[in-house]
C-alpha cells in the first residue's frame, strides 16, 4: 500500500483507479482513496465518507488506513471512521480499531465525524449521529467544540476486585457503549508494593484488557483526581497501546469519580495524555445519572492518499 500526503486542509476526494505495470507487462488496478487525518483531543482517527470506503470492506484494511497517518503526524491512527450522510443532519458513522474490530461506540470518533460532516455541508451547528446501534445527538459551537449527548451508562459496578498473580486489584467497571475499567493511580501503587516486583500502567494494562473476568476485553483506564480534575491514561482495547485521548474512558472515569466524590461538580475535566481538555458532563437528579455529555476540540490535521486494491 502506496502512502501520499496531501495538502493540510484539502477535503476528501472521491476514489479513483489507475493501474500499475510490472516489468512482465501485467496490470495490478489500484483504487487511490483520500483519507482525513482528524484529532479528537489528541485522540487519532482517519475519515472517509461511505461512498469512498464501503464499511463492508474496511475492517480488513484497518491496520494499512491507520498506518497511512503515520506520514503526516508521525504516529498511527487510533482508529477509521467512514461517515454517511443520511439527510436532514443526519449521519450513519461506521467505526473500526486499527485491529478492524468494531460494535462499539467511540466518543472523540464520533465528535470527528461530526467535524467531518460540517466540512463536507452535511451538517451546521447540530446533528444527530448513528454509531454501533444507538443514536446520539451532536451539537456544535462556533468556537469548534463539539459535545454528544449519551444515555445513561448501561452498567455502573463502583468496586470490583480482581486477581492478577496471586495479587488482588481493585478496580471499578462502566459500560458507556463501550466497557471500561477504571483503576485509581493509589489503587496500582498498592498492587505494585504488594507483587514481587514493581509493576507501571503499561505493563499491567494489557494484562487487565485480556482477564478472563472479561470475555470480550475492556478499555483500561487509569486515573488521579486532583482538586476535581481528572488526569486520565487509557489504554485501548483493539489499539492495544495508551492512546492520546479516549472519550469513552473519559466518561467512564468521570462517572467513577463523581460517584465517589471525587468531584462534586457535575461539569468535569478530564486532562488525557495529549493534554487536550476534555469536559464530561453528568446529568443527574437526586444522584441519579440521565445522561452524559462529551465535549471537546475536533480539528481536521490534514489528509493522506493511500492505494488499495481495485474492487476494495
Known amino acids: ?15 479513483t483507479a489507475h493501474s500499475t505495470a510490472s516489468s512482465s ?5 489500484a483504487m487511490k482513496l483520500e483519507l482525513a487525518v482528524m484529532s479528537g483531543a489528541g485522540n487519532l482517527f482517519v475519515v ?14 484497518s491496520p494499512q488506513l491507520c498506518q497511512a497517518a503515520r506520514s503526516l503526524v508521525g504516529r498511527d491512527a487510533e482508529g477509521v471512521l467512514l461517515v454517511e450522510p443520511r439527510g436532514g443532519e443526519s449521519l450513519h458513522v461506521h467505526f473500526f480499531n486499527p485491529d478492524g474490530t468494531s460494535g462499539m461506540m467511540c466518543g472523540n470518533g464520533a465528535r470527528c465525524a461530526a467535524a467531518f460532516a460540517v466540512r463536507h455541508g452535511w451538517s451546521r451547528t447540530a446533528a444527530e449521529l448513528a454509531l454501533a446501534g444507538e443514536r446520539y445527538r451532536i451539537t456544535i459551537a462556533d468556537d469548534g467544540t463539539i459535545a454528544v449527548e449519551f444515555p445513561p451508562p448501561r452498567r455502573i459496578v463502583e468496586h470490583a476486585r480482581l486477581e492478577l498473580d496471586g495479587t488482588s486489584l481493585d478496580y471499578a467497571y462502566v459500560d458507556v457503549g463501550s466497557d471500561h475499567v477504571v483503576i485509581e493511580e493509589h489503587v496500582l501503587s498498592a498492587y505494585s ?4 516486583q514493581a509493576v507501571d500502567f503499561a505493563q499491567l494494562a494489557p494484562r487487565v484488557r485480556a482477564h478472563s473476568a472479561f470475555p ?4 483500561v483506564n487509569l486515573y488521579r483526581a486532583e482538586h476535581g480534575v481528572l488526569h486520565l491514561v487509557t489504554y485501548e482495547r483493539g489499539v492495544e497501546r495508551i492512546t492520546g485521548a479516549c472519550g469513552t474512558g473519559a466518561l467512564a472515569t468521570a462517572v467513577i469519580a463523581w ?4 468531584c462534586t461538580s457535575e461539569t468535569i475535566t478530564v486532562i488525557p495524555p495529549s493534554g487536550e481538555q476534555l469536559t464530561v458532563t453528568i446529568h443527574s437528579e437526586q444522584r441519579r445519572i440521565n445522561k452524559l455529555t462529551l465535549s471537546g476540540p475536533a480539528q481536521l490535521l490534514g489528509t493522506v492518499a493511500v492505494e488499495l486494491p481495485h474492487g476494495t
Open 25 to 29: 507487462n501485467s496490470c495490478t488496478v
Open 259 to 262: 460517584l465517589r466524590n471525587q
Open 216 to 219: 470480550h476485553g475492556a478499555n
Open 193 to 196: 508494593e504488594a507483587s514481587t
Open 48 to 61: 472517509a465518507s461511505t461512498a469512498a470506503l464501503p464499511p463492508a470492506n474496511a475492517a480488513r484494511y
Open 1 to 15: 500500500m502506496a502512502t501520499h500526503i496531501r495538502s493540510r486542509h484539502e477535503r476528501s476526494l472521491q476514489p
